[in-house]
């Protein structure tokens, strides 16, 4: 199962009885801020949950698979890398291994 930002709404105001409109605008105010955190190149901590942070990746080559002898210039871009933050990784161990590996049985929203 997937948790959507309207799942996460959801249960947010089950647990405070607050309005659904009055979270949805709470939670989406904070992504914008990480996101806008994470486009000016800085660093965003959240103790206990993890951190994220821009890095480059390098340039490189690739290959295209259904022709592998062309050759594909990748530039060199940034990316956003997350690491877990201590209990974040305790709470993922406790799950059993046959649950982190099933794969969603729902299509992908688009």
Request: proline residues 17%; aromatic residues 0%.
């Given at each position: 199962m997937t948790l959507t930002k309207r799942d996460l709404v959801l249960r947010v105001c089950e647990?405070?009885?607050l309005?659904?409109?009055h979270v949805l605008d709470i939670i989406q105010r904070t992504f914008d801020h990480m996101i806008k955190a994470l486009a000016k190149g800085e660093k965003l901590e959240l103790r206990n949950f993890g951190i994220f942070e821009v890095r480059v990746r390098k340039a490189r080559v690739g290959r295209n698979p259904s022709a592998?002898?062309?050759k594909v210039p990748?530039?060199?871009r940034s990316v956003v890398k997350f690491k877990a933050?201590?209990?974040m990784r305790a709470a993922v161990r406790k799950l059993p291994p046959k649950l982190a590996?099933?794969?969603s049985t729902q299509p992908p929203k688009g």
């Open positions: 647990d405070t009885g309005v659904q409109q592998p002898a062309i990748i530039p060199e933050g201590k209990e590996a099933k794969p």
